[in-house]
């Protein structure tokens, strides 16, 4: 694997492919989006020593399941991991940076340490994408065993599971596949589209620009990227990559639903290209 602290999260995800590591792409876009001096290295190390620590208290578990207890009581009550519920909107608390120096975060990056200890310690455990609320399950002889990371690894029964999924969706409905494990790719675009949403919502355009412009470099087929990446370019003043990635998206799409969207989009932008000239 290339030396983290030499690599780029472009060159990462297309080195890794299928098993790109959502901990060393986690840490890649937050150097990439909010902490240039960043070194990534500095906190796989940290990780490292929190293995080798935890790895001691788990010694007397043999199974699967009382190992993933152990290691769920030692990293949330012995080390204090916990999630930040009074300011969940926090977008520190999706950059695993600083949910290793805070030990606060939601609950994706808060699996997604749960995760990297999981893989150096042995532990059989997968994340799970459940609406609104992401999760592991630890697999077991008797079937998986659901935690939660964002409440201290509380166990979960599925119907458990279905309510969180339900109150997410606003539906009665159970789809099962919201059960299935998440691919490291998804995992990592859920922790910046959480991002994205986070600056959405405080109208930080330059960094909701460095979070799609990753999100787009994660997800190259996905074209909604190109016609966000003009929105955003257009809210941040920058009119003629507005006017870029809007025909780009056009050009891929000229049929989709929201193509006359996107042409008024753009002529208002050619409009105000034009009157400063």
Not at 31 to 57: C, K, V
Not at 136 to 165: H, M, Q, S, T
């Amino acid at each position: 694997m290339t030396d983290i602290d030499r690599t780029t999260f472009k060159a990462e995800i297309r080195e890794a492919g299928e098993a790109l590591s959502p901990l060393r792409a986690g840490l890649l876009f937050a150097r990439g989006i909010a902490y240039p001096d960043l070194r990534p290295s500095h906190y796989l190390a940290q990780l490292d020593d929190l293995a080798e620590a935890a790895r001691r208290a788990l010694t007397a578990h043999t199974s699967p399941l009382t190992r993933s207890r152990a290691l769920s009581e030692w990293l949330f009550q012995t080390h204090g991991f916990h999630g930040n519920d009074p300011d969940y909107y926090d977008p520190r608390n999706s950059y695993l940076n600083e949910v290793l120096e805070r030990r606060i975060g939601i609950p994706i990056s808060l699996s997604v340490i749960y995760l990297a200890l999981g893989e150096r310690l042995g532990v059989p455990v997968l994340g799970v994408g459940l609406p609104g609320h992401f999760i592991v399950a630890v697999v077991g002889e008797d079937g998986p065993l659901y935690l939660d990371p964002f409440n201290a690894g509380r166990a979960l029964a599925v119907n458990e599971c279905a309510d969180i999924a339900r109150r997410a969706t606003g539906t009665d409905e159970f789809d099962p596949d919201w059960l299935r494990p998440a691919a490291p790719r998804d995992i990592v675009a859920r922790m910046l589209n959480n991002l994205r949403g986070f600056y959405l919502r405080v109208e930080d355009w330059p960094l909701s620009l460095a979070v799609v412009e990753h999100l787009r470099d994660l997800q190259p087929e996905v074209s909604e990227h190109l016609r966000d990446l003009g929105l955003l370019h257009y809210r941040n003043g920058a009119l003629r990559a507005a006017a870029h990635y809007f025909t780009y998206y056009l050009a891929r799409h000229p049929d989709a639903e929201d193509a006359d969207s996107v042409r008024h989009s753009r002529a208002v932008v050619v409009e105000h290209l034009a009157r400063l000239n």
